[in-house]
């Protein structure tokens, strides 16, 4: 980078470029997104069979092809736009000191040298000093002399001069460094030249990403990320605050951090954290695929002793030690990712909506926010919370059940528009008898759950308000209770099934308008009279003493939905039996959870 180069450079120029890349990344997504929810669902509702698994299989591989696409051009738009920012700080110093060089009549030469003419002696000496030529010195020993005799030369100009070079030399050395770090990044930005995204491809877009926002430390900072421990609304407003180019750094660079904030819009976290899905199950696949297999020989038997045992063999368990905890977590990881990408799939049968991914992330026992139906425009939402032994692998089935509440909204009320949400965002007990008896996991996750309701708020986009219900199942209920008891709940109704207690002694504690607590508990389900002795709420009685009042009972408060089986004929309902029905296709459980959704509450019928 020299002075004729960084003087005539337009950063501009980057920038335009920059925004043909957004551009096309912009024509990808929405590509992407006509593919997914109206083609294919536009398909199934004339194709059936074979002719329809084929043809969606191969739009599935386009619609990946236009992913691949929007990632790369917004990794090559960002990096355009942070090398733009570095050249322009850098040709801004170069042109200050060139205009005070102008000014003061000094000469710069092609290779940053500043000439000075005669001056007026210090020492008022008839004589003029002498003028000279200067240029800065890379050797700091060389630097410190040149300065001595800048200050003791007679001529003035010559110590103006010195700084005016050094500072042109600096915004070259600043220029030069920006090529050097932003060349090789850039130039990582290309594609194989298959149409096939494969695992290695989107591990060299995670490897691109990374390189991306390293190079670009001071560009992002020129923006400025969202405030610290901000609240849902202050999301919101950081967000709408942003340029289009700003906001695609962020998406390109950080959808990790987009991805999680509760009050930017769904369709902006669902943009973010399908990169970082896409992402994370192609490192998940290669990072399994690299471990040894188990051995075959897993079980052996001993027979010394009366009695014959079955145990590992040796080769067995060396393997174990060295690969099984990262197998485990691995696959158990992928088998949770596979259950959302099967929901992703099934947009449009049966007329399901499209799906957003809210929340993401494959640490420890993972994180999955799916909502089916975009609840930014839903005049109805439902947030659900599972209970004990939910994590990432298992979230499928948590997901169905939210898909059958929203099929069960639609029939109940089809002009209705709603968005039924799991919310797997805390660490749920994993283990009933070990975990599931202690609070803490409750009132750990009750403040994330409080900033998820809030964000629904700021995000929506509808007019007027919208009717908001949270939902829990087993030790959901209690991280329900939780955040009611430790803060505002951002809810109008609460839904209750097979709780084990609330920590509350009454629904009026429950944080909604009275009359708007809900309970479910079916037969033969026993977790509400266990539970009610780690998490029932304290009360008073009248006659003195304190009881611990779990939400089926009268004195809580609640209203008691029925759960066994209703009507006759083609309109009747089955019953909920045990602990995980509540959510069965054609139960009345299902039927009064739908009516509460949709605020039809003189519809819900109370047990029998």
Same mark, same amino acid.
């Given at each position: 980078?020299?002075?004729?180069?960084?003087?005539?450079?337009?950063?501009?120029?980057?920038?335009?470029?920059?925004? =043909?890349?957004?551009?096309?990344?912009?024509?990808?997504?929405?590509?992407k997104?006509?593919?997914?929810?109206?083609?294919?669902?536009?398909?199934?509702?004339s194709?059936?069979?074979e002719?329809?698994? &084929?043809?969606? *299989?191969?739009?599935?591989?386009?619609?990946?092809?236009?992913?691949?696409?929007?990632?790369e051009?917004?990794?090559?738009?960002t990096?355009?736009?942070?090398f733009? @920012?570095?050249?322009?700080?850098?040709?801004?110093k170069?042109?200050?000191?060139?205009?005070?060089?102008?000014?003061?009549?000094?000469?710069?030469d092609?290779? *940053? %040298?500043?000439?000075?003419?005669?001056?007026?002696?210090r020492?008022?000496?008839?004589?003029?000093?002498?003028?000279?030529?200067?240029?800065?010195?890379?050797?700091p020993t !060389?630097?410190?002399?040149?300065?001595?005799?800048?200050?003791?030369?007679?001529?003035?100009h010559?110590?103006?001069?010195l700084?005016l070079?050094?500072r042109?030399?600096?915004?070259?050395?600043?220029?030069?460094?920006?090529?050097?770090?932003?060349?090789?990044? /850039?130039?990582?930005l290309?594609a194989?030249?298959?149409?096939?995204?494969?695992?290695?491809?989107?591990?060299?877009?995670q %490897?691109?990403?990374?390189?991306?926002r390293?190079?670009?430390?001071?560009?992002?900072a020129?923006?400025? =990320?969202?405030?610290?421990? &901000?609240?849902?609304?202050?999301? &919101?407003?950081?967000?709408k605050?942003l340029?289009?180019?700003?906001?695609e750094?962020?998406l390109?660079?950080?959808?990790?951090?987009?991805?999680?904030?509760?009050?930017?819009?769904?369709?902006?976290r669902?943009?973010?954290?399908?990169?970082?899905?896409?992402?994370?199950?192609?490192e998940?696949?290669?990072?399994?695929?690299?471990?040894?297999?188990?051995?075959?020989?897993?079980?052996?038997?001993?027979t010394?002793?009366?009695?014959?045992?079955?145990?590992?063999?040796?080769?067995?368990?060396?393997?174990?030690?060295?690969?099984?905890?990262?197998?485990?977590h691995?696959?158990?990881?992928?088998n =949770?990712?596979?259950? /959302?990408?099967?929901?992703?799939?099934?947009?449009?049968?049966?007329?399901?909506?499209e799906?957003?991914?809210?929340?993401f992330?494959?640490?420890?026992?993972?994180?999955a926010?799916?909502?089916t139906?975009n609840?930014d425009?839903?005049q109805h939402? &439902?947030v659900?919370?599972?209970?004990?032994?939910?994590?990432?692998?298992?979230?499928?089935g948590? /997901?169905?059940?939210m898909?059958?509440l929203?099929?069960?909204?639609?029939?109940?009320?089809?002009?209705?528009?709603?968005s039924?949400?799991?919310?797997?965002?805390?660490d749920?007990?994993?283990?009933i008898?070990?975990?599931?008896?202690?609070?803490?996991?409750?009132?750990?996750?009750a403040?994330?759950?409080?900033?998820?309701?809030?964000?629904?708020?700021?995000?929506?986009?509808?007019?007027?308000?919208?009717?908001?219900?949270? /939902?829990?199942?087993?030790?959901?209920?209690?991280?329900?209770?939780?955040?009611?008891?430790?803060g505002t709940?951002?809810?109008?109704?609460?839904?209750?099934?097979?709780?084990p207690?609330v920590?509350?002694?009454?629904?009026?504690?429950?944080?909604?308008?009275k009359g @708007?607590?809900w309970n479910?508990?079916?037969?033969?389900?026993?977790?509400p009279?266990?539970?009610?002795?780690?998490?029932?709420?304290?009360?008073?009685?009248?006659g003195?003493?304190?009881?611990?009042i779990?939400s089926?009972?009268?004195?809580?408060?609640?209203?008691?939905?029925?759960? *066994?089986?209703?009507?006759?004929?083609?309109?009747a309902?089955?019953? !909920?039996?045990?602990?995980?029905?509540y959510?069965n296709?054609?139960?009345?459980?299902l039927?009064?959870?739908?009516?509460?959704?949709?605020g039809?509450?003189?519809?819900?019928?109370?047990?029998?």
């Amino acid at each position: 980078m020299d002075l004729a180069t960084l003087r005539k450079l337009e950063p501009s120029e980057f920038e335009e470029a920059a925004d =043909g890349y957004r551009a096309a990344g912009d024509m990808a997504d929405t590509a992407k997104d006509h593919i997914e929810r109206v083609v294919v669902p536009g398909m199934r509702k004339s194709l059936r069979g074979e002719s329809l698994d &084929a043809a969606i *299989g191969e739009l599935r591989k386009l619609s990946a092809n236009f992913h691949y696409t929007q990632i790369e051009c917004g990794l090559v738009s960002t990096a355009l736009n942070g090398f733009a @920012h570095d050249l322009d700080a850098a040709r801004k110093k170069l042109l200050s000191a060139l205009d005070e060089a102008e000014a003061a009549k000094f000469t710069v030469d092609a290779n *940053g %040298s500043v000439s000075y003419p005669e001056g007026p002696s210090r020492d008022g000496a008839a004589s003029p000093a002498k003028g000279g030529t200067v240029g800065s010195l890379s050797d700091p020993t !060389a630097q410190s002399l040149a300065r001595q005799a800048a200050n003791a030369d007679p001529n003035p100009h010559h110590a103006r001069a010195l700084a005016l070079a050094d500072r042109i030399a600096h915004a070259l050395m600043e220029a030069t460094e920006a090529d050097v770090k932003w060349a090789p990044k /850039i130039r990582a930005l290309k594609a194989d030249d298959d149409l096939t995204v494969s695992d290695e491809d989107l591990k060299d877009a995670q %490897s691109d990403m990374g390189g991306v926002r390293e190079a670009g430390k001071d560009y992002l900072a020129s923006i400025g =990320g969202p405030p610290e421990d &901000a609240t849902p609304q202050q999301n &919101a407003d950081w967000w709408k605050g942003l340029t289009a180019d700003e906001r695609e750094a962020y998406l390109a660079t950080r959808p990790d951090l987009v991805g999680r904030l509760d009050g930017l819009p769904a369709e902006v976290r669902d943009e973010a954290n399908r990169v970082v899905f896409e992402e994370k199950r192609s490192e998940y696949r290669l990072r399994l695929d690299s471990i040894p297999k188990p051995p075959a020989n897993e079980w052996t038997w001993i027979t010394a002793g009366p009695y014959p045992s079955k145990v590992h063999t040796d080769e067995w368990m060396e393997w174990h030690r060295k690969y099984g905890d990262e197998h485990r977590h691995l696959t158990a990881s992928l088998n =949770g990712m596979k259950a /959302i990408q099967s929901r992703f799939d099934d947009t449009g049968k049966e007329g399901l909506p499209e799906a957003y991914l809210l929340g993401f992330s494959p640490e420890g026992n993972g994180r999955a926010v799916v909502a089916t139906g975009n609840p930014d425009t839903a005049q109805h939402q &439902a947030v659900y919370v599972p209970g004990t032994t939910s994590n990432l692998e298992k979230v499928g089935g948590d /997901i169905n059940r939210m898909t059958e509440l929203w099929r069960q909204t639609n029939q109940t009320s089809p002009d209705a528009s709603v968005s039924t949400i799991t919310w797997l965002g805390y660490d749920a007990p994993q283990s009933i008898v070990k975990d599931a008896p202690f609070e803490h996991y409750a009132y750990d996750g009750a403040p994330a759950y409080r900033r998820f309701m809030d964000g629904l708020d700021a995000s929506h986009s509808a007019p007027g308000e919208p009717h908001r219900t949270a /939902i829990g199942h087993s030790y959901g209920t209690t991280l329900i209770g939780a955040a009611a008891e430790t803060g505002t709940l951002n809810a109008d109704d609460v839904i209750l099934a097979g709780s084990p207690g609330v920590k509350v002694g009454h629904a009026d504690e429950m944080d909604v308008p009275k009359g @708007h607590v809900w309970n479910q508990e079916a037969e033969d389900d026993p977790v509400p009279d266990i539970g009610r002795w780690g998490h029932g709420g304290s009360s008073w009685s009248l006659g003195g003493g304190v009881f611990l009042i779990p939400s089926d009972e009268e004195a809580f408060g609640a209203n008691q939905m029925n759960t *066994g089986p209703e009507g006759t004929g083609p309109t009747a309902t089955t019953g !909920a039996t045990g602990h995980s029905e509540y959510w069965n296709r054609g139960t009345t459980a299902l039927k009064n959870q739908a009516l509460v959704v949709v605020g039809e509450h003189g519809d819900v019928t109370a047990p029998q």
